[in-house]
């Protein structure tokens, strides 16, 4: 009776580590390609959104790299915060298409610096659309949309002595097919390392807009 007293004890911790693992995961950011997955014909357009979800504190600013095949799809244009949820005058450094011989989207953006905690708590919620991107296709092919060197800053950029980006964030990749006729690649979720000093120049750049 002892053994199997003692087995059902660790049956059940191992239950319970194993769904506080879950819920933790649960709660952890991830940055999305939305649909993960779309059709276009040659000379198409195809409209992806790039969305957060899962915070439950709220982000003072994002950093990211989108890559595609430029051999395939032609970036068009693309609008970061789209629904204004990061304030009336945010900082945008992006870099936009870029890249010499293999193209990519390159995004950095801040929120307006006289944002708080709590505004930016209630405007972004759980989950927001932190840019909206557009694709021509040129040519019949699939082409990936992979995220990476994903960072999301805290509220304050670290600018009050806390850290700087939040942290557990992981992502989900996406592809368009141009054409119909692409051997489908199921995407998969990639936790990125944090880099922890990446968005430390928001705070610096968010000091300087405050002093301005």
Request: net charge negative.
């Amino acid at each position: 009776m002892k053994t199997i007293s003692r087995t059902l004890r660790v049956l059940a911790a191992t239950a319970l580590a194993g769904t506080l693992m879950l819920s933790q995961a649960v709660a952890s950011p991830t940055v999305s390609v939305i649909p993960s997955n779309q059709t276009i014909a040659v000379g198409g357009t195809a409209l992806i959104d790039i969305i957060v979800s899962g915070l439950t504190d709220p982000t003072g600013g994002f950093q990211l790299i989108l890559h595609y095949d430029n051999t395939i799809l032609e970036g068009v244009d693309y609008t970061n915060d789209p629904g204004g949820k990061m304030g009336a005058s945010p900082l945008d450094l992006s870099g936009g298409f870029t890249g010499g011989g293999v193209l990519v989207l390159d995004l950095f953006f801040a929120a307006d610096a006289s944002e708080t905690e709590a505004s930016l708590s209630a405007s972004e919620g759980p989950s927001f659309t932190l840019a909206s991107v557009s694709f021509k296709g040129l040519v019949n092919g699939l082409s990936l949309l992979t995220l990476s060197d994903v960072v999301l800053s805290t509220w304050d950029g670290g600018l009050n002595g806390g850290p700087a980006t939040l942290t557990g964030v992981t992502s989900q990749n996406g592809q368009v097919c141009v054409g119909g006729d692409c051997a489908q690649v199921v995407p998969e979720p990639a936790t990125l390392l944090l880099l922890s000093g990446a968005l430390g120049v928001l705070a610096i750049f968010r000091r300087r807009k405050q002093a301005a």
